[in-house]
T-cell receptor, first 116, second 112 residues
């Protein structure tokens, strides 16, 4: 079974521009979460989508948005880029915990965004 | 706000030595995962623990879940350079809300 894929792997943008990142989850996984990882702040939760609905949201400004399509693929968008948005953006997919109560996430390789 | 504290933050040891890293919280987890991340890649799931007191082994790695399900430890025996990486614990506090909270991470370097 193919893993989580993210595109592009690397991206360089200029302040003020916007960017769209894409994530394809593991087949059968309906939950997709997005994280921002920086050396100083560690892994910070952005948001999570399940069946095309945003189910959880972290503490990020409204410049960060996302969506999920009917095939579970997800995109996140960052508008009006700032230097501080430079980070590794990670996508993770998961099955619903269901009756087991176990919720595991499987990560993609990430998109390295550099804002200049 | 639930917090997951990992210690130590950095650890550098010689090949062949043993080590333990810790993951602690003041809240109860419904489950807890350990991940390892290498530079430029996403975290890779190593193990999930669910039951208080549970111990799981993965070759030279031993994972333990505290009896009260508020803490966990990862013990590596005879560390090898391939164990180098960032170790992250992640807890599901929300019992059905399906959201993981990640720890601060332990950066491990094994010196050949």
């Amino acid at each position: 079974k193919a893993g989580v894929t993210q595109t592009p792997r690397y991206l360089i943008k200029t302040r003020g521009q916007q960017v769209t990142l894409s994530c394809s989850p593991i087949s059968g996984h309906r939950s997709v979460s997005w994280y921002q990882q920086t050396p100083g702040q560690g892994l910070q939760f952005l948001f999570e989508y399940f069946s095309e609905t945003q189910r959880n949201k972290g503490n990020f400004p409204g410049r960060f948005s996302g969506r999920q399509f009917s095939n579970s693929r997800s995109e996140m968008n960052v508008s009006t880029l700032e230097l501080g948005d430079s980070a590794l953006y990670l996508c993770a997919s998961s099955l619903s915990a269901g009756t087991s109560g176990i919720y595991e996430q499987y990560f993609g390789p990430g998109t390295r965004l550099t804002v200049t | 706000t639930q917090l997951l504290e990992q210690s130590p933050q950095f650890l550098s040891i010689q090949e062949g030595e043993n080590l333990t890293v810790y993951c602690n919280s003041s809240s109860v987890f419904s489950s807890l995962q350990w991940y390892r991340q290498e530079p430029g890649e996403g975290p890779v799931l190593l193990v999930t623990v669910v039951t208080g007191g549970e111990v799981k082994k993965l070759k030279r790695l031993t994972f333990q879940f505290g009896d009260a399900r508020k803490d966990s430890s990862l013990h590596i025996t005879a560390a090898q350079p391939g164990d180098t990486g960032l170790y992250l614990c992640a807890g599901d506090f929300n019992f059905g809300n399906e959201k993981l909270t990640f720890g601060t991470g332990t950066r491990l370097t094994i010196i050949p």
